[in-house]
């Protein structure tokens, strides 16, 4: 038979008829199989190697020849000598076709690989970054054909690789010359691929093939934090993450006094600004350290951040965002120059802002979106991301509304007597035994329980230096569960508890938690000035979760996830005993980790869910809060602790509540509660 | 009959029946009638001020009644009494039509009205700039429907101005919130208008209706001077011009010695690049202050200039272009923010950069091209940028060929023995009496020949310094044609001439212009070096030109148009005796004045003409004079000074040429001119 041989392509199933001597590449071009290549096919950079199978496939209804590739070449064999091609591997653009076969096509070969994330529940991330490398070969300048050395290399990126009227800027322009000769002609260029909008742009060439990597950062500008992770641009990896302090705390703990300051001192906006942008490079500097790379080799940035810190990041003076209507100066998507916001990454590179939802709810809220995606959830999802304030999401693929709750920063362990934020000697787990009413607790830096031997040892270092945001909660809802507190808010005194850890504290009483001792140890006790904070964040929670809910007209949710780092260290059980979260099974609720970094590092490696997010967003219900009626009615009623055994049957088979009322005493905050009393 | 009224717009003659009530603006948009607005329909900006026609109009079929518009309203009294409303002048947007009625659009009301050009044969410029003031009302802020301030204000120029997708920079944004409270959610926004692959972006925004002016600069930045015209964007009015010389020249006077400056001293490029920029800002201040406004209302700019200036300009080292192949970095047009230029414009106005022809022929070459159209021209055109190099252009609507050619700095009066550049003092005019030999001149800065009564008292203060590029020129060709000169470029001795200014001086002989006497004063004498030097300049050109007719098969061009600022300043018919350009009757050849910076201000006023001139730049024919065996043997043939009789009969109707030759002597240039000797 003269038929051309048959090509089958492995995972795809693409499969076509080539000429004899075609190379594996270009059949994989003509194909449209998704084949990676930085040269062109000049068999320089390998990342074309394929796996050819033999024998029979009888799924394929083809048998292959043990010659049914060309043989192995000068190429491949200085390939394998320099560097390594692992068995059975051959380079697609120097194996030729011979006979029929069957070629499979490693992930790693793959331009849109995907990014495994490590939820079961989570969409994998493809690859498709906005910077890749390119190599080309540029004709020489002819002075009977005069053109631009940028005009000429242009030429060969449509020529070589189709990408049409590339432009680049000044910076490139001046370096541009030696580095074209230098490399004879042929070099590698980082390209930002553009889009409708904008051409494609060269960000940095190399004389030669360029070996190395080229990064991108995706950073959580936090109020508290500003946390980063560095990608490699070509596999996805994620080759160093990094943390620091949000250095314009300084100006104010929480968002509402920066926006004070800003207001109060002339010149106060751009302080923040330059204060937050000094941070951003103490990030980049060490997280490209960490990595043992220079941050002249990042290309790409997204940033996502709320309101107030996108408006100081980008030298907007957020006084409109501390007053209604809450107007954004602009809630659009952004993509900026890194230099413009005297970020020191490559002079090129630019940066990614997600869009923001609303005044309140932001492009960290938006990224959560792209991370969790309730847009295309099948059930009933609530996207919970807390913090300072609570940003709520509750939708499926028929729409999603979002709103933004006042929680007030007692969650991050603010505003708590013995409050801290989390780090090591930091208590984040409580147990109060129901019957003895005895506590026992870890803190963050040691996995022994409180009550374990060698726990005075392993924690002599670090000490127990208060109590963390998931410790508040579990205390309280412990409490709560060991009777020690009514479901008005109140702690029992000792007579009522049968404890006296329960101690008169003021005009009402405390719970001990810890005692350090007399040799100047701390003693950690919950108060209840600490309850009405942590019963004021959750009703600010529960009932913006409830007012999505009630315009949305359901009464449960069929999923729960939680968001933020707090929401990774949360324990599911005792935010329902708490009452945070509306009624949901159990096992229906989940924590999504740190999901605005991955909403940011699934936009820096994916420039087609930037598209994406940008339409989601606009497509997104946005309810405010501040001027809802239902909100404060919910807010009211939401304040009380609720009686666990009525909506989490699950928890009544680990404890009973007794349904205890306290006396408040006289105190002044008594008052409604005391009415309450059976 | 109940039919609508007819409405005919004159001058265009557009026609369409609208309902009684229809404002005239209204009627105007709805058939395409180009007449201005900026408030959009609001009566306040004035710009759309009709004459509507009363009575017969037979040539239109129809009669107006004298209330064919609505009543004069209260819109049109008040403007009428604080601005004046010229007699017969309606406000479009105010004035409705009530039956049928003429309509003319004066040309002050036109958006793309026309700015006359002063020389016949040139075309006006059609009014098109790339950014134009609109004013918008913007929808307050609304926290059930949150959106950013900016994409309001976008929203409000596609609803109100058809303008999609107007994006803004960092800068504006960090300014735009109070601006839009402060004018009560009513503002004019500067906008630059975009192109296909570029949206629009707002540059600037003014609380409630600007009343005032934006401008452009039109840049010819030269090797030796940098001038500008400032232009109003709405009228296309010159309202300042200025100049001054580059401050580069410290570095090199001429463009190669400046190539060799940055090569022989590091960081050389960076330091006249800093110089450049430094020029072109003394340039902005002092062209702003002369038009009484302020550099933050400059929003568009347009520089030409050659590839050396270009690439100096830009901050990229132009190395290349002192070598072949002469290979620019980019040749292509540029838009680039002026503020990564380092110019002291509005911080959001851009710089629009024509493209470089080749290596040898840029930008400025181009703005030539763009006000001469050589590639609209009937007839065969010759077109001719006389500078250090000479820019030679030929073609007519079949095609168009360019070329460089290396005239030397001796036509700006440098290497003259008593050269010196255009400025009040200098020799610019010439004749000598074919009979006495005797010579009478004019100076710059005065209107009597030297031979004039009262020419020494009025040339008193600047004395009579030296000899500019215009009189060296008539200088020679007067020489050639009283028999001083012989066509090898002998000056002959006071034996063969007969008159006494005949001196021997070195070698060969000079001819004395002026002699300032004995008390310090000048003497100006014409030195066979000086011929010699003007000999190898006019052979480059009149070579280059001969190259490009040799290329396209022709032995005779039909027009020659002299451009520059010394083409401005040449006698046409002393350019033809020395053999300058090629054959062409007298009257066919034209000075275009500074064509260059005319193309400059057609680019700026008329976006439009930016694709246009890119396209036709795409389509010239380069040709490289440094490489093509043709030019060096027109060189050659080229430096002797022709017997004006017979190529120039008109010529020799005034003057009769004696075919002089005279001897060398024996010096050490006269062999070739020996052999040549009768």
């Known amino acids: 038979m003269s038929q051309d041989p048959l090509v089958i392509f492995t995972p795809s199933g693409k499969r076509g008829r080539f000429a004899p001597g075609t190379p594996v590449l270009t059949a994989a071009r003509q194909l449209g199989v998704d084949l990676d290549s930085v040269c062109g096919g000049r068999g320089i950079c390998s990342k074309c190697q394929v796996t050819p199978g033999y024998g029979a496939f009888p799924k394929h209804g083809v048998t292959v020849a043990p010659d049914a590739l060309s043989d192995w070449n000068g190429v491949e064999a200085r390939y394998d000598e320099k560097r390594g091609l692992q068995k059975g591997r051959r380079l697609g653009c120097q194996a030729t076709i011979q006979s029929d076969v069957v070629i499979d096509v490693p992930a790693e070969s793959q331009v849109h690989r995907q990014v495994v994330r490590k939820r079961a529940e989570a969409r994998d991330i493809v690859m498709n970054p906005a910077v890749r490398l390119y190599y080309v070969e540029v004709e020489e300048p002819d002075m009977h054909e005069p053109s631009g050395d940028l005009e000429r290399l242009a030429a060969a990126l449509s020529a070589q690789w189709q990408i049409e009227g590339a432009t680049a800027d000044l910076p490139f322009l001046a370096a541009m010359q030696p580095i074209l000769r230098k490399g004879g002609w042929k070099v590698t260029c980082a390209l930002h691929l553009g889009d409708g909008a904008r051409k494609p742009r060269i960000l940095h060439l190399w004389p030669g093939f360029y070996e190395g990597a080229i990064y991108g950062l995706?950073?959580?500008?936090?109020?508290?934090?500003?946390?980063?992770?560095?990608?490699?641009?070509?596999?996805?990896?994620?080759?160093?993450?990094?943390?620091?302090?949000?250095?314009?705390?300084?100006?104010?703990?929480?968002?509402?006094?920066?926006?004070?300051?800003?207001?109060?001192?002339?010149?106060g906006a751009a302080e923040m600004t330059a204060s937050v942008r000094a941070g951003m490079n103490a990030l980049i500097a060490e997280i490209a350290a960490e990595a043992g790379t220079t941050p002249e080799l990042i290309f790409d940035a997204v940033v996502v951040c709320n309101p107030v810190m996108h408006h100081l990041f980008l030298g907007i003076d957020p006084y409109e965002l501390g007053q209604a209507p809450f107007a954004l100066a602009t809630s659009d998507a952004?993509?900026?120059?890194?230099?413009?916001?005297?970020?020191?990454?490559?002079?090129?590179?630019?940066?990614?802002?997600?869009?923001?939802?609303?005044?309140?709810?932001?492009?960290?809220?938006?990224?959560?979106?792209?991370?969790?995606?309730?847009?295309?959830?099948?059930?009933?999802l609530l996207l919970v991301d807390v913090g300072t304030n609570a940003e709520i999401q509750l939708g499926n693929r028929d729409g999603v509304l979002a709103c933004s709750s006042p929680t007030g920063p007692a969650f991050e362990g603010a505003q708590i007597s013995a409050g801290q934020r989390a780090a090591p000697g930091a208590i984040e787990r409580v147990e109060i035994d129901p019957a003895t009413k005895e506590p026992r607790f870890k803190v963050i830096g040691c996995d022994l329980w409180s009550t374990d031997p060698g726990f005075a040892e392993a924690?002599?270092?670090?000490?127990?230096?208060?109590?963390?945001?998931?410790?508040?909660?579990?205390?309280?809802?412990?409490?709560?569960?060991?009777?020690?507190?009514?479901?008005?808010?109140?702690?029992?005194?000792?007579?009522?508890?049968?404890?006296?850890?329960?101690?008169?504290?003021?005009?009402?009483?405390?719970?001990?938690?810890?005692?350090?001792?007399?040799?100047?140890?701390?003693?950690?006790?919950?108060?209840?000035?600490?309850?009405?904070?942590?019963?004021?964040?959750?009703?600010?929670?529960?009932?913006?979760?409830?007012?999505?809910?009630?315009?949305?007209?359901?009464?449960?949710?069929?999923?729960?996830?939680?968001?933020?780092?707090?929401?990774?260290?949360?324990?599911?059980?005792?935010?329902?005993?708490?009452?945070?979260?509306?009624?949901?099974?159990?096992?229906?609720?989940?924590?999504?980790?740190?999901?605005?970094?991955?909403?940011?590092?699934?936009?820096?490696?994916?420039?087609?869910?930037?598209?994406?997010?940008?339409?989601?967003?606009?497509?997104?219900?946005?309810?405010?809060?501040?001027?809802?009626?239902?909100?404060?009615?919910?807010?009211?009623?939401?304040?009380?602790?609720?009686?666990?055994?009525?909506?989490?049957?699950?928890?009544?088979?680990?404890?009973?509540?007794?349904?205890?009322?306290?006396?408040?005493?006289?105190?002044?905050?008594?008052?409604?509660?005391?009415?309450?009393?059976?």
């Open 459 to 678: 924690t002599a270092t670090t000490g127990i230096t208060g109590i963390c945001g998931s410790g508040i909660i579990e205390a309280v809802a412990e409490m709560r569960m060991a009777g020690i507190l009514d479901a008005a808010g109140l702690i029992g005194g000792p007579d009522q508890t049968g404890t006296a850890r329960c101690f008169l504290d003021g005009r009402t009483h405390s719970y001990l938690l810890w005692d350090g001792g007399p040799d100047g140890g701390n003693r950690i006790a919950v108060t209840n000035p600490d309850i009405r904070a942590i019963q004021m964040a959750k009703a600010a929670l529960y009932s913006g979760a409830r007012l999505l809910m009630d315009k949305l007209g359901v009464d449960r949710v069929d999923r729960v996830v939680l968001a933020g780092a707090f929401g990774a260290h949360i324990s599911p059980r005792h935010a329902m005993v708490l009452g945070m979260i509306p009624d949901c099974p159990l096992d229906k609720v989940t924590s999504a980790g740190n999901a605005a970094g991955t909403g940011a590092r699934i936009a820096l490696l994916n420039r087609s869910a930037r598209d994406e997010i940008e339409q989601t967003v606009r497509a997104i219900h946005k309810v405010e809060t501040a001027v809802e009626p239902r909100f404060q009615e919910h807010f009211v009623n939401a304040s009380a602790i609720p009686n666990a055994t009525e909506p989490f049957p699950e928890l009544a088979k680990v404890v009973t509540l007794p349904d205890v009322h306290f006396n408040a005493g006289d105190g002044a905050d008594g008052g409604r509660r005391r009415r309450r009393r059976g």
């Open 334 to 380: 952004l993509e900026i120059p890194a230099a413009s916001l005297d970020l020191a990454l490559h002079p090129a590179a630019e940066v990614y802002l997600l869009p923001c939802i609303a005044g309140h709810v932001g492009a960290d809220a938006a990224a959560v979106t792209l991370s969790e995606a309730p847009e295309k959830s099948e059930d009933l």
């Open 218 to 267: 995706a950073v959580d500008l936090g109020s508290t934090t500003i946390a980063g992770h560095l990608c490699d641009l070509a596999s996805g990896e994620v080759v160093a993450s990094s943390g620091l302090m949000n250095p314009q705390i300084r100006f104010g703990e929480d968002l509402m006094s920066r926006v004070s300051y800003s207001m109060m001192n002339p010149g």
